[in-house]
């Protein structure tokens, strides 16, 4: 079993159109992948959030105090 020349390189030249096209679709697999991935994370993590506010969202928030207004300086007549 001896490795020839054939085996290993294309005899038959490619076009710069058949490059561009097998390019462009490489391209669009890994992008639309990535996007994918993005997605499934986002609702993974949205699932999480909703669960922890669920559970938080239990407890009552402690009411904010409100700051009395700033007393006024005497006048100066």
Known sequence: MTATKGEFFNPAKLSSRDKAEATDHTARAIIAAEASARDKKTEKLRALRLQQAAESGAE????????????SAPRRS
């Open 60 to 71: 009552a928030a402690p009411a904010k105090k409100r700051r009395s207004p700033a007393k």
